[in-house]
């Protein structure tokens, strides 16, 4: 086994050797999709100004107080990061939707202060661009917030008004107070910040997510390199050769486990490659140990991902399933490490099924030791689940090949 | 044409698991996608930490209040536990209700009545924030009515008839409503309810389908069967070409079935147009692989290309990362992505075009091995 072993090992070296201007494009390949999800994210973060959602308001009303609601939406925090407001008229919002220029309208519809005031019902309608759902979805959002606000001064207003009223004040007395209790929430609802004393906890190094990000994409482009590497060194071999390999005691497994190794090689000491910019840009506090653990954690990470993927191989024979279920699989894990969403965010039953998975446990302490600067690393949950999958690997060939045989 | 169909059953029925797999994949894998996607964003939660740090009604109706949102799971820690959770990321964000809280809203006061802390990973914080300062701007409202009424009356009303006044006016009068409906003149009105995640789902189930289902024409290029061709009856392009057109019929039939389990699953309306551009995605797919496959001499590499390439289709077709904003901003990518005519449901489809070009170009040069 050791000396068949070898044998491909070399085998595979040379053919490394010979396609070695495929390899810098394997390279890139992942880094380059990670980075074209990093500006579609970036711009879905940050929406450009040119393309500021524009939002139609239509005020047939022409109240003073409908001028302060106007206001409102103007002053409105979430409203003004991503939207910008334009007074128009009906037929100029329609003409302008239909070019698809603005994503929704409001309309403040006649009477609707009056109605305001009386407690009879006022309607405040939206309309959205039909071309435009998901945005014409988050104005109406805003609105409703928004709307909440009016909803519990007018409650107040009111309030105020039925004991006036119940005091005898007359009716013209009556309309001021209303007007000035009006502006006051108004100015109220618009200061409503102070009610909270904001602070933010942590220091900068650790928990930007520029970090968090940056540490969990390597992670997720380091098991996509031994995927890609692994897929690489695949070669085509007929049926007729494998007999006669059989014939000399050579198994399948033995040239598995060469491509494994390799990939293995070269996966890590490409991510030692990109890590070092990374940790100079980023500026942790890693010491020579620290290094060193990190790789054993990837090594036993990287050993246990091939070996799901060396068992799909072994047990499915057309390679179009095999490359689906291998897919699949890089998903899962990928996923099930909390690198590209946080663990905390997952439901219960997701976060308790990858809290199972090695991904999970492997970032886990890739994070301990980076962020926190953990001293002490329990290798040991990791080392049983490689001992654990080598042994299916073993377990699983050694019956595939009873089976042909 | 029924030798081409006769011969091609033949072949299917040897691996007519894996065929199968593939060609049923955008019906069972998009049912299985969509579950597990409704099923986790319902159970998602953002973990946030309320820490009281006084025990009264009002600061127990504030907790309430926020254990009632949907999409928050509460913890009720010490502040010293929720700052160090905070710190190592267990936590989203983290609000104090400080000392006091009660006592300050009922003598009118309201800054500073509850600290709020996040950090930079903190998704939620401000969503939440906004829904607490709301609640606590209704008891200080309240508050501020009280004393108006106060002022004009003199202490004829206490607190107590007050604040009951305002939640019996909430509770029986019709107070501020908003509507929401879509402009039914601009655009068509048909896709008004379209659920497209799932159209962009099957989608890229679709595109692995097809494109893995196209390999026909890398192993039937082998050396060993190529001279076999001059035996038969059609030339190896009109062979090419039947099949082409033999496997788009089999998936446009995998559309209609796909549209019509759709339907009972999810209630989605079939019209026309959305049948039309099904049917146009399909055939620009097929088209697409027809090329594809064309240029490849191993299957495997060819597998390799297609899960290269489909990563990238699936990064920017919208599914996991929302890509509107770009789009809009960029209107040629709905142009080059064949899964933005599909969702938006245009008749018109440049990319068929193209497409079609290409593939008969590259039928002619097709060399007669």
Redesign the interface.
């Known amino acids: 086994m050791g000396k068949q072993l070898l044998l491909f090992l070399q085998l595979d070296g040379k053919n490394i050797k010979r396609k070695w201007r495929s390899l810098p494009l394997l390279f890139l390949?992942p880094v380059l999709?990670t980075l074209?999800?990093a500006i579609?994210?970036a711009?879905?973060i940050h929406?450009?100004e040119?393309?500021r959602i524009t939002v139609g308001l239509i005020d047939h009303d022409d109240t003073p107080e409908t001028e302060g609601i106007v206001r409102l939406f103007a002053q409105s925090?979430?409203m003004n990061s991503l939207f910008r407001i334009k007074e128009m008229s009906e037929s100029e919002a329609?003409q302008l939707?239909?070019q698809?220029e603005i994503s929704a309208y409001i309309i403040l519809p006649k009477d609707f202060t009056a109605n305001?005031y009386e407690?009879?019902?006022?309607?405040?309608?939206?309309?959205?661009?039909?071309?435009?759902?998901?945005?014409?979805?988050l104005i109406?959002e805003i609105?409703?917030?928004i709307?909440?606000?009016?909803?519990?001064?007018?409650?107040?207003i009111?309030?105020?008004h039925?004991?006036?009223s119940e005091?005898g004040k007359n009716e013209e007395k009556l309309q001021d107070l209303l007007f000035q209790?009006f502006t006051d929430?108004v100015f109220?609802?618009l200061s409503?910040?102070?009610?909270?004393?904001?602070?933010?906890?942590?220091?900068e190094a650790?928990?930007?997510?520029m970090n968090?990000f940056s540490i969990g994409g390597l992670f997720i482009i380091y098991t996509s390199w031994l995927w890609l590497v692994y897929?690489y060194l695949?070669r085509?071999i007929d049926e007729p050769l494998v007999q006669r390999m059989r014939l000399y005691g050579v198994t399948k497994l033995s040239f598995l486990l060469s491509r494994m190794i390799w990939s293995l090689f070269i996966a890590i000491s490409w991510t030692g490659i990109l890590f070092i910019p990374l940790h100079l840009l980023l500026d942790f506090e890693l010491g020579m140990i620290d290094f060193l653990k990190i790789f054993v954690i990837y090594f036993l990470h990287g050993l246990l991902f091939l070996c799901c993927i060396c068992i799909i191989e072994i047990v499915f024979s057309?390679?179009?399933?095999q490359?689906?279920l291998q897919?699949i699989t890089f998903v899962v894990i990928s996923l099930f490490s909390g690198a590209i969403i946080?663990a905390?965010?997952?439901?219960?039953?997701?976060q308790e099924l990858a809290s199972y998975s090695f991904s999970y446990e492997a970032f886990y302490w890739v994070r301990e030791i980076v962020f926190?600067g953990r001293k002490f690393v329990s290798f040991l949950c990791l080392l049983c689940m490689t001992i654990g999958g080598n042994i299916i690997l073993f377990g699983i060939s050694s019956w595939k090949e009873r089976l042909q045989s | 044409m029924i030798s081409i169909i006769k011969s091609r059953w033949i072949l299917w029925k040897k691996h007519w698991l894996a065929n199968s797999l593939f060609l049923f994949l955008p019906v069972v894998a998009t049912i299985i996608t969509m579950t597990l996607f409704t099923n986790i964003q319902e159970d998602s939660k953002v973990p946030i930490a309320i820490v009281k740090k006084e025990d009264s009604p009002m600061a127990d109706s504030l907790y309430e209040a926020a254990a009632d949102l949907p999409y928050i799971r509460l913890f009720n820690l010490s502040e010293k536990e929720a700052l160090i959770k905070l710190e190592r990321h267990e936590l989203d964000s983290v609000f104090v209700i400080d000392s006091g809280f009660a006592e300050k809203i009922k003598s009118g006061a309201r800054n500073r009545l509850i600290t709020g802390y996040s950090n930079h990973g903190s998704f939620a914080y401000t969503p939440i924030k906004e829904m607490l300062v709301s609640y606590v701007q209704t008891l200080t409202a309240q508050a501020k009515t009280y004393y108006t009424v106060d002022q004009m009356a003199g202490g004829k009303w206490t607190w107590e008839e007050v604040t009951e006044k305002i939640s019996d006016i909430q509770t029986e009068q019709q107070l501020l409503e908003t509507t929401f409906h879509l402009n039914s003149i601009a655009g068509n009105a048909t896709n008004e309810e379209r659920n497209r995640n799932l159209w962009e789902i099957w989608g890229y189930f679709m595109f692995i389908s097809i494109f893995f289902l196209f390999d026909w024409q890398i192993k039937e290029k082998k050396t060993a069967i190529l001279s076999r061709y001059a035996m038969m009856k059609y030339s190896y392009q009109q062979y090419v070409f039947f099949h082409t057109a033999v496997y788009t019929f089999m998936f446009v039939s995998i559309c209609l079935l796909s549209a019509a389990m759709f339907h009972m699953l999810y209630e989605e309306k079939i019209t026309f147009s959305l049948l039309w551009s099904m049917v146009m995605y399909t055939i620009t797919l097929s088209l697409a692989a027809s090329i594809l496959s064309a240029v490849y001499r191993s299957v495997y590499v060819y597998y390799w290309t297609v899960l290269l390439i489909s990563g990238v289709y699936l990064i920017t077709s919208g599914v996991i990362i929302p890509t509107d904003g770009i789009v809009s901003a960029y209107p040629v990518i709905s142009l080059v992505h064949p899964v933005y005519p599909l969702v938006q449901e245009k008749y018109f489809h440049p990319l068929v075009i193209l497409f079609l070009g290409l593939f008969l170009v590259t039928q002619r040069k097709q060399k007669y091995f």
């Open positions: 390949f999709f074209l999800s579609l994210i711009f879905l929406p450009q040119k393309n925090e979430e329609e939707m239909e698809g305001l407690g009879k019902s006022a309607v405040l309608p939206v309309i959205g661009n039909p071309n435009k759902q998901m945005e014409s979805h109406y609105v409703e917030s709307a909440r606000h009016i909803r519990s001064s007018q409650a107040n009111l309030t105020i039925h004991f006036a005091l209790q929430f109220y609802t409503s910040g102070q009610v909270i004393h904001e602070k933010t906890a942590n220091n650790t928990s930007s997510p968090y897929l695949y085509e057309q390679e179009k399933v490359l689906f897919l946080p905390i965010y997952f439901p219960i039953w997701l926190y």
